[in-house]
């Protein structure tokens, strides 16, 4: 089939596909990654890494207003937006020096064929660039991502994405932002934080629909308290027009027209997956509702081509299409008996205040099972009356027969980091007994997981937990010492 033939060819270099691509080169395959820019992928370049730097901006301004609690002064900071989108650049810029994915690729003997344009597949077996070139492969992985989607109705042309934010010459005074999962959540308090007056509306109930309930409780008071006006449960929005220099948004709310002005509207609806173009019927690979459908090994319709990441619809989240990028290369390359499962995926929103959450919400556990649940207030944290930011709490959701943590929710500062102590201990199938007894260094914020843990314990009648501890065989100090060798 020519020179440029090879094993495997992965489509997309974002974290699925360059992961895809190593983990296959050592297994020993020929392997090309084919990406129509630069290896990295949109949460480097466009997504939750220059986000998380305009919610550190976001969160430098906010920590101000607490220097009279700390015997400071000093004036608010004022906002240069210019600036911070300059330097959200130069960290954009700064990760790709640190990760060298070209040359780590390279190093590991992936063939990279990258600036050429977007690839389609010509036919089964074969992808063609704009430029004329072409690759074949015995198999495919394609892991191309997935976009902002923009909604069409009159007037949906005037409405911005995250991916337009990075052009903002000037902050909007007053912004509109349709949809409050993930995206829109961080965005509206980031804006609100830079001094925006933010309006958030959702579809859904709730805001963070996919969230434990109670956490969208908390969200939303938050939300409120930091002069964000939350409208749930719109029936749609029907069209957006000119009204001076501002845009007027008309919205369905209880089967009745409402309308907001704001000085922008931003849509965080949806991510569809970036299907449009790669010729997926010349391959045989089908779709579902803008996402290429694979089963439970993340194989295709077709035999020889598998998926991950984004564009499967599955999880959106960086760790796992980083996970499912391994998996996919694993399975092209083998016997197609590694299952994809995500069970335990942590998660959050770098939101004010912030969530994090794994496992089951209090709902779904109850659903399917007997559970009981550890929660304590922020309040009962040293570490946060220390700081001053004693709102929030941290839930866990443990089985009342095998006393495993199913699930965890925590609202709060650092919330995104005090839950991975939570995925830790599920990942290790822990006792929510053995969890209560591990001596977190004080005063910390992952203190909170250890009281909640003490919480379902009492809640599981257990007594003295130290006891039922050693009664499961805990190893004494010699063992720990044999095992460290």
Known sequence: MGDQTYDLAVIGGGPAG???????????????LVEHDQPGGTCTDDGCAPTRVLAKAARLIRDTEQFGDYGLSGDRPTLDLPALLAATQ?????????????????????TVIGGRGAAAFADAQTVAMPDGSAIQAERFIIACGGHARRLQFPGSELTLTHSDIWGLSALPSSLAIIGAAATGAQLASIFAAFGARVTLLELAPRV?????????????AGFETNGIEVITGIGGVEEITRAGRHLRVTYRLHDEA???????????????????????????VSTDRGYITVDDQLRTSAAHVWAAGDVTGRMMLVQSATHEGRIAAENSLGSDDRVITHGIV???GFT????????????????AGRMVIGRVP????????????????????????SHRVVGAHVIGEQAVEVV??????????????RLAEIEFAYPTFTAIVGLAARQAVHALNLGDHTAAWEAMGRPRSSEWERRER
């Open 18 to 32: 360059v992961t895809a691509a190593l983990r296959a080169a050592e297994l020993g395959a020929r392997v090309a």
């Open 352 to 367: 004010d205040p912030e969530y994090g959450s794994v496992g089951l919400t209090e709902a779904a556990a109850a659903a």
């Open 378 to 401: 922020y309040a009962d944290l040293d570490r946060a009356v220390i700081d001053r930011r004693t709102e929030g709490f941290c839930k866990l959701v443990v089985d009342a027969d």
């Open 346 to 348: 942590a998660h959050g």
């Open 258 to 284: 409402s309308e907001l002005d704001a000085d922008a509207v931003l849509l965080a609806v949806g991510w569809p997956g970036n299907i449009d173009g790669l010729g997926l019927d010349a391959a045989g």
């Open 90 to 110: 130069r960290t954009i810029y700064e990760l790709h020096e640190k990760k060298q994915l070209v040359g780590h690729l390279e190093r590991a003997g992936v």
């Open 420 to 433: 991975q102590i939570a995925a830790a201990a599920m990942t290790a199938a822990l006792p929510v007994e």
């Open 208 to 220: 963070v629909p996919g969230e434990d309930a109670d956490i969208s409780t908390a969200l939303e």
